[in-house]
C-alpha cells in the first residue's frame, strides 16, 4: 500500500508498506524529462563530477529505476492530489526522512525541521548557491541566494556563504527559526556539520558548482549545455540529515535536470533584477 509524502513541483513522492527504507518518485503529468531522463542525469552527468570533486559517495542518495505496474500507477494517482505522468517508470529512493510517530516538524519555505521527545533530529535544506554568481558586482556583499531572498521580500533562515564558512554556527542559526530545544540546537548543528565536513558535501558541491558555470548566465560565453545544467541541479538539489545520539546520517537528493530552453529566460532575468535593483549590494 502507498503512502503520500510529499508533492514537488515536477514530482510526487510516495512510501510504500512493502519497503519503508525507500520511496517511490513519480514525475507530474506533462513533465520533461522521464524518470529515466532524471536517473541518467544523476548517474551520468552530476554523480561523476561530485565524486572527482572528494564528496563521499555515501552520501549521494542511490536511484533505482523501477518498473510499474499499471495497477501501482493508479493507486498512486488515487492519493496524488495532482496528475502523474503516464509511464511505466519511477525513481526507487533512500527514504532521507524520518516520520517517527511523535515527529514535531516544521516547515519554512523549503526547508523542514523535525524533532521526536526521545532526541532524534531531521533537518532537511537546500544549500543553494555556495559561491557568489560569476554575474554579481565584485563589490557584492550578499550572496545569489541571500539577494534574491531579500529581492523577494523572503525571510534569510542561512546564508550558503556562511554555511560553507562557518558550517556549525550557520547551523545554529537556521536551526533557531525552528520549535527544537534549546538544548538540542547545538547538538544538532555540531553533529550536522560535522557529518558535512567529513563527507566533503559542501566543498565538492561548490567546487561542481563553479567549475560547471565559470561565466554566469549573463555572459556570451555560457553554453546551454549538460555542464550549464549540472551548475544548475547542484543549486537546487536537497541536503537530508538525521541524528541519532552521536550519529549523523546525511543524504543529497533532487538532482533534477532543468530544461534551458524553458528557464533561461527566467535565469536571465533574475540574474539582470538582482543587478539592476542593487540587491547584491
Ligand atoms: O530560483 P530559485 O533559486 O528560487 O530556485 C527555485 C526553487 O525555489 P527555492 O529553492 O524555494 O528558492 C523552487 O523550489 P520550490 O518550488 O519553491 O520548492 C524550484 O526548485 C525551482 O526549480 P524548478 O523550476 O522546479 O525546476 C528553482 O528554480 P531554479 O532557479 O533552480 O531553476
Ligand atoms: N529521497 C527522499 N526521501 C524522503 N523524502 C523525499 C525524498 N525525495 C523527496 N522527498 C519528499 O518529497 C517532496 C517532493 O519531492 P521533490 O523535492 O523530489 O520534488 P520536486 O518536484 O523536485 O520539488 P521542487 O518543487 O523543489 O523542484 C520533498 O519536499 C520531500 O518532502
Known amino acids: 500500500m502507498l503512502h503520500l509524502l510529499g508533492v514537488g513541483g515536477a514530482n510526487v513522492v510516495f512510501t510504500s508498506d512493502d519497503s519503508p527504507d525507500h520511496v517511490l518518485r513519480f514525475r507530474r503529468d506533462k513533465q520533461i524529462p522521464s524518470s529515466q531522463d532524471v536517473y541518467a ?9 561530485l565524486r572527482a570533486a572528494g564528496i563521499d559517495p555515501r552520501s549521494l542518495v542511490d536511484p533505482q529505476i523501477r518498473l510499474i505496474s499499471r495497477e501501482l500507477l493508479d493507486e498512486a494517482q488515487k492519493l496524488s492530489p495532482v496528475p502523474l505522468m503516464d509511464t511505466k517508470e519511477a525513481l526507487l529512493l533512500e527514504n532521507c526522512q524520518y ?7 516544521k516547515t519554512l519555505g523549503s526547508s523542514s525541521v523535525g524533532y521526536t521527545d526521545s532526541g532524534i533530529v531531521f533537518i532537511s535544506f537546500k544549500p543553494k548557491w555556495l559561491a557568489h554568481s560569476p554575474n554579481a558586482p565584485l563589490e557584492a556583499v550578499h550572496c545569489r541566494t541571500c539577494a534574491l531572498n531579500r529581492m523577494r521580500g523572503r525571510p534569510i533562515l542561512y546564508c550558503p556563504l556562511r554555511l560553507l564558512s562557518h558550517p556549525r554556527e550557520e547551523l545554529e542559526r537556521f536551526l533557531a527559526h525552528y520549535d527544537l530545544p534549546e538544548k538540542w540546537v547545538q547538538k544538532a548543528a555540531q ?4 557529518a558535512m565536513q567529513s563527507a566533503h558535501v559542501l566543498d565538492a558541491l561548490v567546487q561542481v558548482q563553479t567549475d560547471c558555470d565559470p561565466f554566469g548566465i549573463l555572459d556570451q560565453k555560457t553554453e546551454m549545455n549538460e555542464k550549464f545544467q549540472v ?13 541519532k545520539g552521536d550519529n549523523c546520517v546525511i543524504k543529497l537528493a533532487d538532482f533534477d535536470p532543468k530544461d534551458p530552453r524553458e528557464k533561461a529566460k527566467f535565469w536571465k532575468n533574475t540574474e539582470n533584477n538582482l543587478i539592476t535593483g542593487n540587491w547584491y549590494s
Open 41 to 49: 542525469f544523476m548517474t551520468a552527468a552530476v554523480y561523476p563530477r
Open 99 to 105: 516520520y517517527g510517530v511523535s515527529c514535531r516538524i
Open 231 to 243: 551548475a544548475m541541479a547542484t543549486r537546487d538539489c536537497t541536503l537530508y540529515g538525521l541524528i
Open 191 to 194: 553533529r550536522f556539520s560535522a
